[in-house]
């Protein structure tokens, strides 16, 4: 059964700097999320995209973060200069055709931001 | 805006005990509801859901029902297994993309 994948699982950084988290979503989904979780919170959402543009952003989606789908399968979440409360599960998603409804979540890349 | 809320965990039940988990959620209008369940060291799954009022989503063994008049969808299973344990979390769509989740179960099943 086809999976949504994100790399890398655990990635540590230095606060300030920039990471990049990747994801590749299921083939022929067209929908396609950023979720975080920070340790023993809730699961909050960050942003989708569709059709190579941001559709909805939550308020945590500030300037700092930027979404890319620079080919036909990676989608990537960049953080420009990471702050210590960056630090969480950041969980990607995608949507097929026809069940907007419905989303398929990868495994998730721990940040931890020191 | 919209909002769940889970019944407070940890869970600790031995097997082939009953389960159940309570979620309620507020919202305008009446989101699709799901039940996501994570595996330790694995990612969201998607369990069961439900789109409309009176729909029961089932899989595994688990059910919920979508209750409009109480505004919950509480998860239940007649004879929990050890493979169940794993964090449960609620969740409400908002809108046509924005998942609001629950703050999570987690559920210890013992032998």
């Known amino acids: 059964e086809p999976e949504v994948t994100q790399t890398p699982s655990h990635q540590v950084t230095q606060m300030g700097q920039e990471v990049i988290l990747r994801c590749v979503p299921i083939s022929n989904h067209l929908y396609f999320y950023w979720y975080r979780q920070i340790l023993g919170q809730k699961v909050e959402f960050l942003v989708s995209f569709y059709n190579n543009e941001i559709s909805e952003k939550s308020e945590i989606f500030d300037d700092q973060f930027s979404v890319e789908r620079p080919d036909g399968s990676n989608f990537t979440l960049k953080i420009r200069s990471t702050k210590l409360e960056d630090s969480a599960m950041y969980f990607c998603?995608?949507?097929?055709?026809?069940?907007?409804?419905?989303?398929?979540f990868g495994p998730g890349t721990r940040l931890t931001v020191l | 805006g919209d909002s769940v809320t889970q019944m407070e965990g940890p869970v600790t039940l031995s097997e082939e005990a009953f389960l159940t988990i309570n979620c309620t959620y507020t919202?305008?209008?009446?989101?699709?509801l799901f039940w996501y369940v994570q595996y330790p060291g694995e990612g969201l799954q998607l369990l069961l859901k439900a789109t409309k009022a009176d729909d029961k989503g089932s899989n595994k063994g688990f059910e919920a029902t979508y209750r409009k008049e109480t505004t919950s969808f509480h998860l239940e299973k007649g004879s929990v297994q050890v493979s169940d344990s794993a964090v449960y979390f609620c969740a409400a769509l908002q809108g046509a993309q924005k998942l609001v989740f629950g703050q999570g179960t987690r559920l210890t099943i013992n032998p």
């Open positions: 998603a995608s949507t097929p055709r026809g069940v907007t409804d419905t989303q398929y």
């Open positions: 919202a305008t209008g009446y989101p699709s």
